[in-house]
Structures are given as C-alpha cells and as structure tokens.
C-alpha cells in the first residue's frame, strides 16, 4: 500500500479510536471510561478488519464511495483469484490462478519490469487498480487499489 493510504488509514484509526478514548479522560468514572475505550477498541478492530478485508482498503472503499468510477476488469478476473497472486510466482502460475489480464505493458521509468492489468478505465474516469509488476520471471508487486482521477 502507498504512503497516502497508510496515512488516511492511520487518520481514520485515529479519529475513530483515539479522540473519543481522549475526550473520555473527562467523563467521570472509571465504568464510563472504560466503555468509551472498549466501544474505540472495537471501532478501531472493525476499520482495520474493513481494511485486511477489501482489496482497495479502508481509504479505496471511501474514494470509491465519494467518487465513483468505472471500472472494466479482465473476463477472467476474479478477486479471489487475484489475491491468490504472492510475490515470486512466475507468469504462467500467476495467468492459471488468475486469468489472462486485459493488457501488457513495459515500464517506462524501469525498463526491467513489465505490468499486467486486470482492469481499467473505459472513460478516463477513477477506477478499481489491478496490476501485478514482474521483473526476471517473477512477480515482485501486486497492485490493488482505487485510482482517483
């Protein structure tokens, strides 16, 4: 995950779990306190489990949500199968767990790596990212995330 995803996740944490555990330190008594910090607990376990769970994260399900795109994915792709792909596998394991992607490409910045996608834009507009990065024979990135445009 980039940088800017961590950082909203940790805002999010934050917001959720930490302020109102802050503001109880002024409630009075020990039983009111201890609720505040078991319902921030909990909130906090439920927008880190949203965050393992979904693909795109906790900051791609609220990207997706304020700003909605489109998405075209592969005709084989699945995100089961998608999440199968694990550093180190070779194209033809990566094609059988995973489909065949909808395009291939050379990295322009780094002519040893070559991208697949499972998915893009069919207007330009923000969409759902799925890209796997191989360099040598074996895959040394997976992309998922929401692009925003």
């Not at 995803?5 to 008594?29: D, H, K, Q, Y």
Request: charged share 15%.
């Amino acid at each position: 995950m980039k940088l800017v995803g961590w950082s909203i996740l940790v805002c999010v944490v934050w917001a959720v779990a930490l302020a109102p555990s802050l503001l109880a330190v002024r409630l009075r008594g020990p039983l009111t306190r201890r609720r505040v910090l078991g319902a921030s607990l909990l909130a906090a376990a439920i927008v880190l489990a949203v965050h393992v769970a979904s693909l795109d994260g906790v900051d791609g399900l609220i990207f997706s949500r304020l700003m909605p795109g489109h998405t075209e994915y592969a005709s084989s792709y699945s995100e089961f199968g998608f999440r199968r792909i694990l550093l180190g596998m070779n194209p033809a394991y990566v094609i059988r767990v995973a489909g065949e992607p909808l395009g291939r490409y050379g990295i322009e910045y780094d002519p040893t790596l070559i991208g697949w996608s499972w998915s893009r834009t069919p207007d330009g507009s923000s969409y759902h990212v799925r890209v796997v990065l191989f360099r040598n024979g074996s895959v040394v990135d997976k992309i998922a995330e929401y692009y925003v445009d």
